[in-house]
């Protein structure tokens, strides 16, 4: 398989802070393992300044953290849009933070996309599974987006995700039916370990995956943490693989360089042992890239 000439899909990772401490989520096992920081300001300049020169599908600005943490959030959307107006501008939250002054200035940032995480609707399987937030306070602020977003005639992609191996069939059947009253759909996705980050997950989810058969990752996709770090992947919680660094190189040149033709020989050849992550990692088994990076 041919790279791309740049990646198609960018994650950025503007903080490196969460919230919450999801049991499906490697964070909580992981948070204590890195430093934690804000990107600058110029950096994120520079890299949103690179990707005007190219044609993306998306940039995303989040990556293993809440992105609305970042008190700067809509001003880099209305940046990043305005630098490239072609390209598909994205967020993934879990509503916490999204109250209403926040969402009116995210509906009039410039934004094309949000997804929002939300694990079933009853309070109780909520709370259990998305802990540190509550049910009441999130189902308000996404309900009230939705109205705003209504009445504003912007047009926004609203993407529901949740879990469904995390919930009975009850659970899932209600919660479809609660999103649906509202018109919207919400997209039951996989349960994944995190690049085998996630402690326990063999018991939170119990079962078998073959590595290697789907995922292209390599190929189309670069994630940026706040330090100007490259990983491979948005399932490297640890930093365990580093391709290079953007405060004092280009994007395309990391993208070009010996570390990422090397990464994509061995995934070509499947050589598991020269991918460290890949081998551990279970979101090799879906299909579809649509699916991926979403969460």
């Given at each position: 398989?041919?790279?791309?000439?740049?990646?198609?899909?960018?994650?950025?990772q503007t903080h490196s802070y969460c919230n919450a401490r999801c049991i499906m989520c490697a964070y909580p096992d992981t948070v204590g393992t890195f430093k934690g920081?804000?990107?600058?300001?110029?950096?994120?300049?520079?890299?949103?300044?690179?990707?005007?020169?190219?044609?993306?599908?998306?940039?995303?600005?989040?990556?293993?953290?809440?992105?609305?943490?970042?008190?700067?959030?809509?001003?880099?959307?209305?940046?990043?849009?305005?630098?490239?107006p072609n390209t598909i501008i994205s967020l993934s939250t879990n509503a916490s933070l999204l109250d209403a002054g926040l969402a009116d200035k995210l509906i009039y940032s410039g934004l094309d996309w949000i997804t929002l995480s939300v694990h079933g609707v009853s309070k109780e399987v909520y709370e259990k599974i998305m802990v540190g937030l509550d049910h009441d306070k999130v189902f308000t602020n996404i309900n009230t987006f939705l109205s705003k977003l209504k009445k504003s005639g912007k047009q926004i992609i609203v993407n529901l995700v949740c879990k469904e191996a995390l919930l009975s069939e009850s659970e899932q059947e209600l919660t479809k039916k609660y999103w649906g009253e509202r018109g919207q759909k919400i997209h039951m996705g996989l349960v994944n370990n995190r690049a085998g980050n996630v402690e326990?997950?063999?018991?939170?989810?119990?079962?078998?995956?073959?590595?290697?058969?789907?995922?292209?990752?390599?190929?189309?996709?670069?994630?940026?943490?706040?330090?100007?770090?490259?990983?491979?992947?948005?399932?490297?919680?640890?930093?365990?693989?580093?391709?290079?660094?953007?405060?004092?190189?280009?994007?395309?040149?990391?993208?070009?360089?010996?570390?990422?033709?090397?990464?994509?020989?061995?995934?070509?050849?499947?050589?598991?042992?020269?991918?460290?992550?890949?081998?551990?990692?279970?979101?090799?088994?879906?299909?579809?890239?649509?699916?991926?990076?979403?969460?």
């Open positions: 398989m041919q790279a791309s000439d740049f990646p198609e899909r960018i994650q950025i920081g804000f990107m600058d300001e110029d950096l994120f300049v520079k890299i949103i300044n690179e990707c005007s020169k190219h044609q993306l599908e998306k940039i995303e600005l989040f990556l293993m953290n809440e992105p609305l943490m970042d008190k700067r959030i809509a001003d880099r959307i209305r940046y990043a849009k305005k630098k490239n326990g997950y063999d018991e939170l989810v119990p079962q078998s995956f073959d590595v290697f058969p789907h995922c292209t990752r390599p190929f189309w996709f670069a994630g940026i943490l706040f330090n100007g770090d490259v990983v491979m992947c948005c399932m490297d919680y640890k930093r365990e693989v580093i391709l290079g660094n953007v405060k004092n190189s280009l994007i395309q040149d990391i993208w070009k360089g010996d570390k990422y033709t090397k990464l994509r020989d061995a995934f070509t050849k499947k050589d598991k042992e020269g991918l460290l992550l890949c081998k551990k990692c279970v979101m090799n088994k879906v299909p579809d890239k649509e699916h991926l990076c979403k969460i």
